[in-house]
């Protein structure tokens, strides 16, 4: 079965520092692999997305992400962090031919602090 | 074009309550969703539809069920709630095809609280 796993619950970043989001899969086979935003009090928004090809995608809001295979790893990451980044992030993986069904991670909290 | 609406927004029950929960989409998806999410466990599949008139059980679907009479509507029922079922509620959709299906387009949640 696919499992997704975020290290880090809580982390607090300095505006304008980078930030850097861990998350590791178990899954047999490649993986769709997600990234999505949740800003207090509302729904989740998706920022990037990995099927297959390039292991390094881009995003919405200056956030990109690398699939390593070997490390079974795919993390964000944003060079510069502003206020507004402030949320929590949700690492998801999907299996081909499910649906779309997703497991999620637990999530990591992200404070900005000025 | 609203995207993906959830009834009501928060909602307060006592055990043994039931009651419905009503997720809409205006953008001709075929398939939707229902997550729960509670702290610590990210969202975890409640039940789903590929379809109109279809539905599947997800990961955690004990005590809920769920109908799609119109492609636009999923309902979530709670027949008698549980302290348990105190949660946040997220429906979500999604195109059918190929990948597009695992991009999924969340609604802004219900609160609901079982006391």
């Known amino acids: 079965a696919q499992s997704v796993t975020q290290p880090d619950i809580h982390i607090t970043v300095s505006e304008g520092a980078s930030l850097e989001l861990r998350c590791n899969y178990s899954?047999?086979?490649?993986?769709?692999l997600f990234w999505y935003v949740q800003s207090p009090g509302q729904g989740l928004q998706l920022l990037l997305k990995y099927f297959s090809g390039d292991t390094l995608v881009q995003g919405i809001k200056g956030f990109e992400a690398e699939f390593k295979r070997s490390q079974s790893s795919f993390n964000l990451r944003k060079p510069s962090v502003h206020w507004s980044d402030a949320a929590e992030y949700f690492c998801a993986v999907g299996a081909a031919d499910s649906w779309g069904k997703l497991q999620f991670g637990a999530g990591t909290q992200v404070v900005v602090t000025p | 074009n609203a995207g993906v609406t959830q009834t009501p927004k928060f909602r307060v029950l006592k055990t043994g309550q039931s009651m419905t929960l009503l997720c809409a989409q205006d953008?001709?998806?075929?398939?939707m969703y229902w997550y729960r999410q509670d702290p610590g466990m990210g969202l975890r599949l409640i039940h789903y539809s590929v379809g109109e008139g279809t539905t599947a059980k997800g990961e955690v679907p004990d005590g809920y069920n769920v109908s799609r009479l119109k492609k636009q509507n999923f309902l979530l029922g709670l027949e008698s709630a549980a302290p348990s079922q105190t949660s946040v509620y997220f429906c979500a959709s999604s195109y059918s095809w190929d990948r597009s299906s695992y991009e999924q387009y969340f609604g802004p949640g219900t609160r609901l609280t079982v006391t």
């Open positions: 899954y047999g086979a490649t993986p769709y």
């Open positions: 953008m001709n998806h075929e398939y």
